[in-house]
């Protein structure tokens, strides 16, 4: 079974957390130090729970049940509907609707209402009805595919839960603990860890980091499913995710791993266009930062102002008093 290195990890900006005073005390066995006031996880542990969270996934799927992707920050939504779309399973990428696993009557209703959407549309009877009817009918479409659209084909409570960020999406997190459906989840180190089954300590907020714990977990689904289907699963020498191999000056426990991104930031391993997309409370700082030398610059600007038209008054001033003078004698 393939599983990613530390190294890969490392280069995937997982090992980064949230500053340190956003830490959960619950998660000080997964953090290894804290480095520029960033908590850093032990990879040891996250490719460990990684492997375990795989391991799990793969079972399932082999066994016929259905694994729930979840992720609806900005970060995790495009990749979250990706990986589940290629893989035929079911996911919440916008908004998680309330009840969708303690309610799950009310939501099947609302998916029958959506199919027959579907049908309408498709058979072509939208447009008999008349330019107003046809519009209302479209939004209505719409509006449920954005909201249920990802679970529509899901016939009922999934047997899993596969959570990116469990503080975010912590009321699916709570419907499925009351239903007694597995979690397994990608926590930061500003979540509460209880309460989930397999806890993949890593960032949550790095698109490259979300991505690859979804090409490892993705991976377990497609054996998983092939098992099921009663096919072996294809191995390939050019796997886009390696398989493990030791490497000496990788080590988490020496402390040398964490130099291998020598004076790195959880922003370095982002794209440019996602880097407002990690930390929400790094941010805020920023920011206010920003707000507070804006007020700076303003205050000097005026404070020169005004010290020029003082200096643009005296001169007149002095002037008139020379040319007195010059009067007199």
């Given amino acids: 079974m393939s599983i990613v290195s530390i190294k890969d990890l490392l280069q995937a900006g997982v090992h980064f957390g949230h500053q340190s005073r956003f830490w959960n005390p619950k998660m000080e066995e997964y953090i290894f130090d804290t480095r520029k006031k960033i908590s850093i996880i032990n990879l040891e542990t996250t490719q460990s729970q990684l492997n375990a969270a795989a391991s799990r996934v793969e079972s399932i799927c082999s066994r016929g049940n259905k694994l729930l992707f979840v992720g609806t920050k900005r970060s995790a939504s495009k990749s979250i509907r990706e990986k589940a779309s290629s893989l035929g399973l079911p996911y919440v990428d916008k908004r998680w609707l309330g009840g969708t696993?303690?309610?799950?009557?009310?939501?099947?209703?609302?998916?029958?209402?959506?199919?027959?959407?579907?049908?309408?549309?498709?058979?072509?009877?939208?447009?008999?009805?008349?330019?107003?009817e046809a519009l209302e009918i479209s939004r209505e479409h719409q509006k449920l595919m954005e909201s249920i659209g990802g679970i529509k084909n899901m016939k009922g409570l999934p047997d899993a839960l596969f959570v990116i960020d469990v503080k975010h999406e912590k009321i699916a997190v709570t419907e499925a603990q009351k239903k007694g459906i597995p979690v397994i989840g990608l926590v930061?180190?500003?979540?509460?860890?209880?309460?989930?089954?397999?806890?993949?300590?890593?960032?949550?907020?790095?698109?490259?980091?979300?991505k690859l714990v979804?090409?490892?977990?993705?991976?377990?689904?497609?054996?998983?499913?092939?098992?099921?289907?009663?096919?072996?699963p294809e191995t390939s020498s050019d796997e886009s995710v390696?398989?493990?191999?030791?490497?000496?000056?990788?080590?988490?426990?020496?402390?040398?791993?964490?130099?291998?991104?020598?004076?790195?930031?959880?922003?370095?391993?982002?794209?440019?266009?996602?880097?407002?997309?990690?930390?929400?409370?790094?941010?805020?700082?920023?920011?206010?930062?920003?707000?507070?030398?804006?007020?700076t610059n303003e205050a000097s600007a005026n404070e020169e102002t005004e010290v020029k038209s003082d200096v643009s008054e005296e001169e007149p001033k002095e002037e008139k008093a020379e040319e007195s003078e010059k009067g007199e004698t």
């Fill in 188 to 210: 930061d180190t500003n979540s509460n860890p209880e309460g989930i089954d397999v806890v993949i300590p890593g960032n949550d907020d790095a698109i490259r980091s979300i």
């Fill in 242 to 295: 390696p398989v493990i191999h030791k490497v000496s000056e990788v080590k988490i426990t020496s402390g040398k791993a964490l130099n291998l991104v020598d004076e790195a930031t959880k922003d370095d391993f982002l794209p440019e266009e996602s880097i407002e997309e990690t930390n929400v409370e790094d941010d805020k700082k920023e920011t206010e930062n920003q707000e507070n030398a804006e007020v």
């Fill in 101 to 132: 696993l303690t309610n799950w009557k009310t939501i099947r209703s609302s998916i029958r209402r959506l199919s027959d959407l579907e049908e309408m549309m498709s058979s072509g009877r939208i447009e008999k009805l008349s330019k107003k």
């Fill in 214 to 232: 979804l090409e490892v977990i993705g991976e377990a689904c497609e054996r998983g499913l092939e098992s099921k289907q009663g096919y072996a």
